[in-house]
């Protein structure tokens, strides 16, 4: 696989942008474990490893268990193992992902506010939002695990 460009290098002010997201985030009501919860479910509906690899070393970090980790792309399966808001957010991540199947459905909204804020929500889109938007730079730029 060829070298390709480093947005970071290329474009500073959009990779700039996209930190201002991040900082954004960190500073939400939302949990750590459901905001990784959404990267590691993301990523993994759009095939990107480099956020995999570096989101569920995260998960492990802010006190995630392996266990759960092994089971988040099969969550419906095993709903049990996930909280009403974990699973909301899941479900939420794979809409709006998946978006040109139909977006995030009625039925989802009104779930979600039964358990979030409408500020939470809208902490929740963005979340899923900037992480659909990591994942394609990492994909299109061909990140490698370790880069």
Known sequence: MDKRININTSEPHAYKAMLGLEAYLANTEISKTIKELIKIRASQINNCAYCLAMHTKDALKYGEIADRL???SAWHEAESHFTE????????TEEITQISQHGLSDETYQKALKVFSEKQIAEIIMAIVTINA?????????LQIGE
């Open 70 to 72: 092994f089971i988040v």
């Open 85 to 92: 808001e974990e699973r909301v957010a899941l479900k939420m």
């Open 134 to 142: 990591w994942n394609r730079i990492a994909i299109s730029t061909q």
